[in-house]
């Protein structure tokens, strides 16, 4: 006990922790005690990963008791919204719950139509269907792989008859998303459709959709939804021509070697344009008809009118008087007259016909038509269509009015020197840009290509402790160092010097123990030095003695150890 306390003491610093009261010894113990023990529970504690979170009371209940009879640890986040379970048991966890079927909270879908009742009103058949609705929606917008939830709210009016009173549905979509993680223009497009189309009547404009932040993904319909399409669109013009400009050239001068930018100037103005053209009449027989009439009238031997105008022939015929002189004959030379002259007004009208009826042949034709029949008319009226054009032009919008090309090509690096490229080269480099963006010099395009050093041959990588990886490990690290410079804080401070104290404690008293053996074996290897030293004057006394008594015996003895020895020597 003496030597364990003498050991002891020898350690630095026990004796003025010896000194201290038997509380704050008491106290010191028991804080390293605690400590030692909290660094071993939290080195050998898990990494708890979340398995579930924002779940209701149900399913979180049944998840705990699915992972006690799975013999899973789990713990819960500190504001008790999230369950956690070791990061190396997550997937598996969740894939032993999914065949289980949980968890079961989520968007009730068509699974309600199956829990009707007897005796539900229309009202409340109809609201069921739209909760089911709302959840199929919802279930369906989950399956976009950044979707963490989604709500759908469906504004479905009631159908009536009038028309002037029917409303259109609308609909509103929350979704939340994973985090790091956003939808794209396209992926919102197809939300939004999914959704118009699977309402009646529901049109695409009347669908909005907003993330957890509270940010609009929808272009609103108005100014600045179509401000926004506008610009994706001249950007994507802009991001085609520079991508082809880069394709062509990086094989020819490196990658990284070449820098290319575009300017598109697009109208986007809406064009409509009527015209009405009228061309002349084309040649006689090409023209179309429009409508046409003919009148023809015949006389045979018509009758002509006798007698004087005027006065006389309205009066009635006076009394017959005997003509002595000739008075056949005068009648009868009035008659022909009448008739050579009703003869010859035909005739004289029978070029006219002539004229105006094409169909009666050549003048003496007609005129033996005249003599025979006496008296015709042709009358034809016809009506040619106008050529006439009416057009309607509607020019597309967005039309390409002018584009800016600019591209930068590094020198040449031959030999470990910069060298610039050669004119023709340039040349060939600036022909291969203009039929990549498709130059036009009636539109005004331009193009600028420039040879110049560079100074940065590419673009830096971005710092390594931006990777979450790197974080991660790096977390792991510091936490592992500081464990391990806690250990040998512990070490050095506390255990190690109790331990080199033990150690010379028990070297001092191996190194006691054996001073002492050996000054033992000293007394011991003296008195024997003293006792045969003794002895030895006790035979050489008694050898005397016993020559002075029988000197003739010590003769004998002293000569047989001579023949002994001669003995020896010859044999």
Known sequence: MSQTAEMLSRIPGYNAIRSLPKVALIGLGAALVALIAGLLMWSRS???????????????????????QMNVPYQFNGTGTAILVPKERVHEARMQLAAQGLPRSGNAGFELLDQSRFGASQFNEQVTYQRALEGELANSIKAVHSVQEARVHLAMPRETLFVRDRQSPTASVVVSLYPGRSLTEGQVSAITWLVSSSVPNLAADKVSIIDQNGRLLTAPSGESGADSLQRNFVNDIEYRAVQRILTLLNPLVGAGNVRAQVTAEVDFSRREQTSEVYK???????????????????????TQAQGVPGALSNQPPTNATADIVNPPQGQDGQAQNAQGAQ???????????????????????????????GNARNDATINYEVDRTISHVKGPMGQLSRLSVAVVVNYRNKDNESQPLEQDELEKIRDLVKQAVGYSADRGDTLSVVNGLFNEQGETDPPFWKNPEYRELAMDMIKYLVFAFILFMAWRIVVNPIIQGLIQAKANADARVERQKEDKAREQAAEQRAAEMNRYEDNLNTARAMAHSDPRAVAMVLRSWLTKEDKNENG
């Open 343 to 373: 003869n010859a007004q035909a005739a004289g009208n029978a070029p006219n016909a002539g004229a105006n009826d094409p169909s009666l042949g050549s003048l003496a034709e007609q005129a033996r038509l005249l003599q025979s029949a």
């Open 46 to 68: 898990p990494d708890y990963q979340v398995l579930f979170s924002n779940l209701d009371d149900r399913d979180g209940g049944a998840i705990v008791s699915a992972l006690g």
């Open 280 to 302: 002349p009449n084309q040649a006689p027989g090409q023209a179309a008809v429009r409508s046409q009439q003919t009148s023809s009238t015949l006389q045979r031997n018509p």
